[in-house]
Structure formats: structure tokens, C-alpha cells
């Protein structure tokens, strides 16, 4: 089925813990949205999404509306998206993906975590040319009755790999990071209705494999990563 349909298969990390966690990434997404383009949903495509993104996970509309107002407020809503990049044990690539209000704290958390878990926060650029920066939109799959025209109109659009994950009964649809605005555009037209939008990283080489004891090594640290309240996304290149 294709490079992204298989990677997304083969790591199946954890994706982000508890409903708690996830509804906090989530409003600070929604907080970054709207501070970057406006709080205005129809005027801001990435915040539409990301709204809808939420609304599927189950997030109450009072949290989506204090996330949004937050960015209006002078003294809430600072955070900045920063991407931290590292080897954990036995050569694993990491990368972080991070949203905090506190730089300082931030680093120096990341660090430890690498440090006691055998591996080593690596320097911006050390990791990140080992993934495709992507972008990836979730629909319905029931409103698509031809995948093959479906495919081949989504081509006009940037649209570079779709599937059908029967396991969540939504048609995937990756393209490239700069695709995602045009993709998006695409979805609202046809009038489909959107389970989420975002972004992903997909591994552009070879998946690293491990024995099942070193695998270990490798979800400690990915585990403890994914508990920072500032880790938005955690990537790696293991199988």
C-alpha cells in the first residue's frame, strides 16, 4: 500500500496516553493555531482542523473555546514549537516534537531523559533529514465510494499516498508538508467531512530493527519522553 501505510503500521507507538494528556497537546495546538493566524476558524485553516481534530477525540467544546481565547490573552497562550533531535539507545534516531512556554525547562528535561536512559540530545539538523516532513488528513471512509478517481483528483492537490485503514473506517491521505493547505482545501470543497488533519514524520530510509530486549531500552525512553507535559509528538526510525 505504500512507504507511509507501512511505517504508520509498523511503529504503533502509544499515542499520547490518557484523555487528560491528550486534551492539554491538544489545547496548546489549538492555542498555537490561533495565535499564529487568527482565532476566526474560518479564516484560519490549520485552527478548522485542528478543531476537528479534537471534536473527533472527544474534547469538550468549553476546553476548545478556552484554548482558542487563550491565545488573547497577553500573558497565557506564549508557547513555541520547538523540535528537539537525538539517538537513543543502540542508534535509535528520535526526534521530539515540543510546544512550551519555557525553553530552559524544556531542554534540559529532554536532555536528562536521553542522558538517563543510555542515549544523547543531538544538535538541530543531526536526525531530521532521516524523515519526510509530512502532512496527513483523516476522512470518513463511507464518503468515498471510488478510491481509484478519488486518488487520482487528490494528485492535483499534492495528495502523494492514500489508504483505507479499515481498523479506524477512515481513508488516510499523506502529502507533503507544503501540500497541506491545498489538501485541505480539496476536503472542504468536496464537502467531506474531516476526522483530523496534522502532520507527521515519515522514516525516508530503512526502519531500524532490534532484538526484543534492546527494543526495550528504546521504550523506556520513548515512554518517559511522551510523559513531558511539553512533548507534543515523539518520532523514531525503529520497527
Known amino acids: 500500500?505504500?512507504?507511509a501505510f507501512e511505517y504508520r503500521k509498523a511503529?504503533?507507538?502509544k499515542r499520547w496516553g490518557n484523555m487528560s494528556r491528550t486534551f492539554t497537546r491538544l489545547g496548546k495546538e489549538l492555542t498555537i493555531a490561533a495565535k499564529q493566524g487568527g482565532t476566526d476558524p474560518e479564516n484560519n485553516p490549520r485552527l478548522r482542523a485542528i478543531?476537528?481534530?479534537?471534536?473527533?477525540?472527544?474534547?469538550?467544546?468549553?476546553?476548545?473555546?478556552?484554548?482558542?481565547?487563550?491565545?488573547?490573552?497577553?500573558?497565557?497562550?506564549?508557547?513555541?514549537?520547538v523540535v528537539y533531535e537525538g539517538f537513543g539507545p543502540h542508534g535509535v534516531a528520535v526526534i521530539v516534537e515540543t510546544a512550551t512556554?519555557?525553553?530552559?525547562?524544556?531542554?534540559?528535561?529532554?536532555?536528562?531523559?536521553?542522558?538517563?536512559?543510555?542515549?544523547?540530545?543531538?544538535?538541530?539538523?543531526?536526525?531530521?533529514f532521516m524523515f519526510d516532513h509530512t502532512c496527513?488528513?483523516?476522512?470518513?471512509?463511507e464518503q468515498v465510494p471510488d478510491m481509484e478517481t478519488f486518488e487520482l483528483e487528490l494528485i492535483d492537490y499534492?495528495?502523494?499516498?492514500?489508504?483505507?485503514?479499515?481498523?479506524?473506517?477512515v481513508i488516510v491521505i499523506y502529502g507533503s508538508f507544503e501540500s497541506y493547505g491545498s489538501l485541505q482545501k480539496f476536503i472542504e470543497e468536496k464537502e467531506l467531512?474531516?476526522?483530523s488533519g496534522g502532520f507527521d514524520r515519515i522514516v525516508n530510509g530503512e526502519l531500524k530493527h532490534l532484538l526484543p530486549e534492546e527494543k526495550m531500552d528504546v521504550e523506556k525512553l520513548l515512554e518517559r519522553?511522551?510523559?513531558d507535559d511539553d512533548v507534543q509528538n515523539v518520532y523514531t526510525n525503529m520497527a
Open 51 to 81: 478543531i476537528q481534530t479534537a471534536r473527533s477525540e472527544n474534547m469538550p467544546k468549553d476546553n476548545i473555546e478556552r484554548a482558542i481565547k487563550r491565545a488573547e490573552e497577553k500573558d497565557k497562550g506564549d508557547y513555541r514549537e
Open 1 to 3: 500500500m505504500g512507504r
Open 225 to 227: 519522553i511522551e510523559d
Open 193 to 195: 467531512e474531516l476526522v
Open 101 to 128: 512556554d519555557n525553553t530552559t525547562r524544556t531542554v534540559a528535561n529532554i536532555r536528562s531523559y536521553f542522558n538517563k536512559y543510555g542515549g544523547n540530545l543531538g544538535t538541530s539538523g543531526s536526525v531530521v
Open 11 to 13: 511503529r504503533k507507538l
Open 136 to 141: 496527513v488528513f483523516k476522512i470518513k471512509s
Open 158 to 169: 499534492g495528495g502523494e499516498e492514500v489508504f483505507l485503514d479499515e481498523e479506524e473506517g
